[in-house]
């Protein structure tokens, strides 16, 4: 039999660059290369020798998707090198931004990524401008939906992307609660639209069913971003500052990131919202539970286009959640904590949008930064994404190029990958415990 | 710059990505949020491989170019876009200054350890990550970081009206 070689030189609609080349000889697929070709910036290692107050803007330019994740998780890996605790409402605050960060994040990749595979159109710019086509009322809500998620974080840190008002120990700039208000009228408002994209990926019955070992953090008090142990499928918990010892680092000859596995079940391993709805269903928002019931009962899933699915109903427990704060919280005056700076090494692991975000300072005395290291989710997923590949081409070689490629791109695209955050890594020894 | 090439029904652009974090991407997609219904009208959004799977090159009237450039290929790359494009509009400091990308250009060779190394050798990392202007000639900057969303959309209605759209 002649060999196919099947290649997508970029793949589209994700953010950063990517490939997949697929050789088939013989009727098997003989090899796969699902490649990330963003080119690394070193930005880890440019960080070493500055003050540290600067550290998180600097390494908040790793993603501009996730810029907030990465802000927050550089915050919070310095503040624990200086054991700083910070206030409750900073706490509440950060909270805030993120869920805004998370309903805006996700919507875009739903709605501006992922849509146009759900109605067979290659684009959003390709959706009919008429009101009885059900893209055109999804469209229109996603717009309301992002701009929501924008404002909620623009209001609470100065700004979507980028923001300039967290800082080490609390905030540069108060939030502007004057804008609170309509964030509460606005969220309570959307939360009909939100229910639609939750109808709307509920009913797509694209499927690939793996089984994967899934990781994310766990909260036993609520649905949580920002703080928890990590848990895997089989129970196992770990702490965040053990976290780094359990990863095992691959290099990828074919790929500018690299994978890890993890050394607690030696299996490929996935994070992001399939794993965090797997594994903690149990904890969403009581109103998100009882509104979303019958998407949530998909719960625990193996079908890794359910990331999809997850990440809608993550925007209604963001919703409910940014209703919660919002309903709660007084703002009031408060000043950063600032001590004097002292030698230590701080670590902090938060759910990113996309999963799992690893940041660890190491700083001197002086308050320089003298080391410092990243794990991203997108790169953990990495070899379950070809590992996935690997096992739809073994079952669909009597597709043609064109049908693989399609699904490939659909498959990849569920993952919900962030290249330029990809290209940053963890330094660490390739040894395992 | 260089003159328009008459009247159009729509300004033909194509959005490119380089060396960066995609910020100024992500800001066009929270624009698209206020500007879609107005934009389609009298923009066709030719190459956008973040939101489209069919693209094409050729024929734009603008390109805007995001990032930093880090290699040959992407210099190849970007110089075909200029010789298909008949303006080139830098977006975003990497682009512009090609800062904070160019961060690795002032390493020292204690920075460069060996797993930095593996990559620089394996893949066709250049000497030193330029930004566009040192490779292309651009004919407008929109600069921030991410871009400035007030002057991208000056700079489009700038090209909208030299190309005469309605």
Known sequence: MAGRNIVIETISKIEGNAGLEVVVEDGAVKDLRFKITDYRRFLTVAARGKRMAAVPSFLSRICGTCSVAHLFASLMAIENSQGIEVSEQTKA?????????????????????????????????????DTDDPGHTLLRDSFDVKRLGSDI????????????????????????????????????????????????????????????????????????????????????????KRFKD?????????????????????????VGALARLNLNYDLLHPRTRADAADAISVFPSDNVYHNNLAQAIEILQCVDDSLDILNELRVSEEKRVRPDPRAGTGASLIEAPRGLLYHSATVNAEGIVEDYDVVVPTAQNQINIENDLRYHF????????????LDA??????????????????????TRR | MTGGGGRRERLVVGWFSFTCCEDSTILLTELLNDHLEEWVRVVEFRHMRTLKTNNSIEGLDVAFVEGAISSESQAAEVREIREKAEHVVAIGACACTGKPSTSRNLFVD?????????????????????????????????????????????????????????
Request: hydrophobic share 40%; glycine share 6%; net charge negative.
């Open chain 1, 93 to 129: 605050l950060r909270r805030l931004a993120y869920d805004g960060l998370m309903i805006r994040d996700h919507a875009l990749h739903l709605y501006f990524f992922v849509l146009p595979d759900v109605l067979n159109v290659d684009s959003i710019f390709d959706i009919p401008d």
């Open chain 1, 153 to 240: 974080t623009d209001a609470t840190i100065g700004a979507t992307i980028h923001a300039p008002s967290p800082t080490v120990g609390g905030f540069l700039k108060p939030a502007d609660h004057t804008r609170f208000p309509d964030l509460l009228a606005r969220l309570e408002a959307v939360r009909p639209q939100v229910l639609r994209g939750i109808e709307t990926f509920l009913g797509w019955d694209a499927s690939l069913v793996r089984n994967s070992d899934y990781l994310c953090l766990r909260n036993e008090e609520r649905f949580a971003f920002l703080d928890g142990d990590v848990t895997n499928s089989d129970g196992e918990r770990i702490s965040d």
């Open chain 1, 394 to 405: 073994e079952r669909n070689l009597d597709k043609d190029d064109d049908g693989l490629r």
């Open chain 1, 246 to 270: 359990y990863l095992q680092y691959v290099r990828i000859p074919h790929s500018h990131a690299e994978g890890y596995r993890f050394s607690g079940t030696q299996e490929d391993y996935l």
């Open chain 1, 409 to 430: 791109e659909g498959i990849i695209r569920a993952y919900d990958p962030c290249m330029s955050c990809a290209t940053n890594f963890l330094k660490m020894d390739m």
């Open chain 2, 110 to 166: 204690e920075q460069i350890d060996e797993r930095i190394r593996w990559y620089l050798d394996h893949f066709d990392y250049g000497a030193n990550v330029v930004p566009l202007g040192e490779v292309v000639r651009v004919d407008d900057m929109v600069r921030g970081c991410p871009m400035n969303a007030r002057s991208f959309t000056q700079t489009l209605q700038k090209y909208l009206e030299l190309y005469e759209v309605a």
